[in-house]
């Protein structure tokens, strides 16, 4: 169906440059070359039962379910989100998202700090420690695929054509990619992105779906009856509050507010992209429309038909629905 060889020459053009070298295969899956530089410490990381995991591919609501686990595990109070996200709740891999040299000559007022960091963070975060990971189930560390640890891990996911496209806003604000939506779908679904095949990241999880410390949240269900969303949260980490705590709550995740809270916006990711010459649409946000059904203003019929294709072979017999 797509010519393969024109694709990668296309990705090599339009989606790398000094801030990232190139794309490998990681056990399947695209991820940056310069993974290879942490993968080992992952997958050596140590793993304590009591930490929390928040798991998604990219783009799948991943931000907003990291406010609502905090909140519940710090018993809603408000005043504990204080802190920019990625220190409260370290993104473990996030250092091999751009190149490290970026890191190293940037010389940028708006280097957040962390950015080079990450595996560190989360190693050394306050226990209980809630971390986030795009990684699939066969690249998180060794102690959480052999089940020597259990830590709980919420798995976040959603509708792979709504994905798709707020994949692509996402790529071009914060990862340098220069190419238009129909170059990129092309990327998306052949695998050749980071964290892709999303079909098969997902369901690396969604096979122990039935363990005892793994829920899995939709960002549909979070949309359509959020409450129902907390509700399943908090039974899963045994907790309980007054009606008018969840009605703060429920404020506090709403769409507007989140886009304007300063700690979870990345503005000053986002700064510092624009900063380094990453930025390809200086105009966007990180936190874009938050909303169902939104790929049918970029996607054609035609695409729209390859994405269902695509989904009917792999997810047959599986029970997930994306």
Not at 29 to 46: G, H, L, N, R
Not at 152 to 169: A, E, G, L, P, Q
Not at 249 to 275: G, I, T
């Amino acid at each position: 169906m797509f010519n393969a060889e024109k694709l990668e020459d296309e990705r090599q053009r339009l989606a790398t440059g000094d801030f990232r070298r190139g794309f490998g295969l990681f056990k399947g899956y695209t991820m940056p070359e310069s993974f290879q530089e942490i993968q080992q410490a992952i997958e050596d990381f140590k793993v304590y039962d009591d930490d929390v995991w928040i798991t998604s591919f990219p783009k799948c609501g991943t931000t907003w379910s990291q406010e609502l686990v905090w909140c519940v595990l710090h018993d809603l109070n408000l005043e504990t989100t204080k802190e920019e996200t990625d220190l409260r709740m370290p993104f473990i891999e996030f250092c091999c998202i751009l190149c490290p040299q970026t890191f190293k000559h940037s010389g940028s007022r708006y280097d957040p700090g962390y950015l080079e960091k990450s595996v560190e963070l989360a190693r050394d975060a306050k226990r209980p420690r809630i971390l986030k990971t795009h990684l699939p189930f066969e690249l998180l560390p060794k102690q959480i695929q052999t089940f020597e640890r259990k830590p709980k891990i919420v798995h976040v996911y959603r509708n792979m054509k709504d994905t798709c496209v707020s994949y692509f806003h996402h790529q071009r604000l914060l990862e340098g990619f220069r190419g238009d939506f129909d170059l990129f779908w092309k990327l998306f679904i052949t695998g050749k992105l980071n964290y892709t095949p999303m079909t098969d990241n997902i369901l690396s999880y969604w096979k122990h779906r039935n363990r005892d410390n793994i829920l899995f949240i939709r960002f549909e269900d979070m949309k359509a009856n959020i409450r129902s969303v907390i509700a399943s949260v908090c039974e899963f980490f045994n907790k309980s509050f007054l009606e008018k705590d969840i009605e703060k709550l429920l404020e506090y995740l709403s769409f507007d507010v989140m886009k304007n809270n300063p700690y979870v916006d990345k503005h000053r990711v986002l700064e510092y992209c624009k900063a380094i010459g990453v930025c390809s649409n200086a105009e966007g946000n990180f936190i874009r429309q938050g909303k169902t059904g939104g790929h049918k203003s970029d996607m054609s019929k035609d695409v729209e038909d390859i994405f269902d294709q695509h989904l009917k072979s792999k997810l047959i017999g599986t029970g997930l629905n994306l």
